[in-house]
């Protein structure tokens, strides 16, 4: 007799589907036999990382018999002062998925609810199921989180409401006084998890700045992460700023190792080097002006973003078009999961890049 394990899972866990990332350019390699292979569907930085960051995990490979500093005292440090906050304010975690999974673990259990927006990033609901919460799932406005809509959503026994400024992968945002006034809406004893991902590339777009509202605010968690304009997706690291009693109890059920020891150099070398972040933000608005000027020349319309990522509207069921731009050698990312099945997300890459894709998503769109 076989034993259906299935039955045996939480509850939450039953009826979950598994995040569906990107594909990575060697399973395609794999795949096809092709040799050239453009990934623009994971938001990573089309730059990699400062080289700064070599040089730091090159020092720290000696040390790879020795568990991390579990405090992460070094990162914690150089986060305080490049947020000038508190060491005791910071959550650090293998990257901020880790982070979001903490607070949900703290904070929601069956008998709680979260709120979170129509097309938010798909983290917020699978982790909500998975801990057994239950979810107020919010209707978006023109794809972009309805705030005074999720602020009047809020029930007795939400705990948490997840905002992500910019949201992926719609690219929508909202600004500094539009998050203000929101804040102040909810209740003092509801925590809201403001994802600012893409913080680094939404100042220009007049994107929010949460660690400015967080001596307003005490029941507000500013997520931030290392994976996308640092460019260090692969050695997961992000981290939260919050008052230190509620990263207080989020530390009472960090793994006490969650970060490794080269995402922690790695993360305080990327921090001394903003440079290499300008760069990453500049690179990021000429990509972001070639691939709008071309789809709007193909006559496709996109959904204006201010992270790394547009969304585009293929006006047909958009998993055929995926599909078809993998054959030419091109990873998007189809966002059906989100609802959004006319929709591809595509990251902004290096102009070459950026000019294959258009190249192909012309050719595809011809044939
Ligand atoms: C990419 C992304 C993250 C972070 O990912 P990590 O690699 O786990 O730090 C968090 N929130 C949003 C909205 C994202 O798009």
């Known amino acids: 007799m076989s034993v259906d394990f299935n039955v045996l899972a939480t509850p939450g866990i ?31 930085n089309p730059l990699g990382c400062s080289p700064l960051v ?37 959550i650090l975690g293998n990257g901020s998925n880790d982070v979001i999974d903490l607070l949900a673990m703290t904070f929601l259990a069956p008998g709680r609810s979260a709120v979170f927006s129509e097309h938010g990033f798909i983290v917020y609901p699978i982790i909500t199921q998975a801990v057994g919460a239950r979810a107020i799932q919010v209707p978006a406005q023109h794809w972009a989180h309805d705030l005074d809509a999720m602020a009047a959503a809020i029930e007795e026994d939400t705990r948490l409401v997840f905002v992500a ?7 929508t945002w909202h600004g500094q006084a539009a998050i203000e006034d ?34 307003r605010f005490p029941n507000l968690v500013v997520v931030r992460t290392f994976s996308k304009a640092y460019g260090l ?15 207080e109890l989020v530390n009472r059920i960090r793994e006490p190792f969650n970060v490794n020891s080269l995402a922690m ?11 290499f972040v300008q760069r990453s933000r500049d690179i990021n608005s ?51 999961a989100y609802g959004m099945q006319r929709h591809l997300r595509i990251s902004i890459g290096l102009a070459d890049e950026n000019a294959f894709l258009l190249e192909c998503l012309h050719k595809v769109m011809s044939a």
Request: aromatic share 6%; glycine share 12%; net charge negative.
């Open 265 to 275: 150099v790695a993360a305080v070398a990327a921090l001394q080097d903003q440079d």
């Open 54 to 90: 070599a040089e730091a995990i090159n020092r720290a490979l000696p040390q790879l018999a020795r568990y991390p500093d579990g405090g992460g005292f070094e990162l914690k440090n150089a986060l305080a002062r490049h947020c000038q906050v508190a060491p005791e304010q910071i």
């Open 14 to 44: 039953q009826g979950l589907q598994p995040y569906q990332p990107g594909k990575p350019i060697e399973e395609l390699q794999r795949e096809l036999g092709l040799t050239k292979i453009v990934k623009l569907a994971s938001n990573e």
């Open 233 to 247: 997706a692969g050695l997961r690291v992000g981290y939260s700023v919050s008052g230190a009693d509620i990263a």
């Open 165 to 171: 400024n910019p949201n992926n992968p719609t690219g």
């Open 286 to 336: 000429e990509g972001m002006a070639q691939l709008v000027a071309g789809l709007q020349a193909l006559g496709l319309e996109y959904i204006p973003s201010a992270g790394n990522f547009v969304s585009v509207d293929m006006g047909t069921d958009a998993a055929t078009m995926y599909r078809k731009l993998l054959a030419e050698g091109v990873i998007v990312r189809p966002i059906g």
């Open 182 to 215: 929101f804040l102040s809406r909810v209740p003092a004893e509801v925590i809201v998890v403001l994802d600012e991902a893409y913080f680094e590339y939404s100042g220009e777009a007049g994107g929010s700045d949460g660690l400015r509202l967080l001596g």
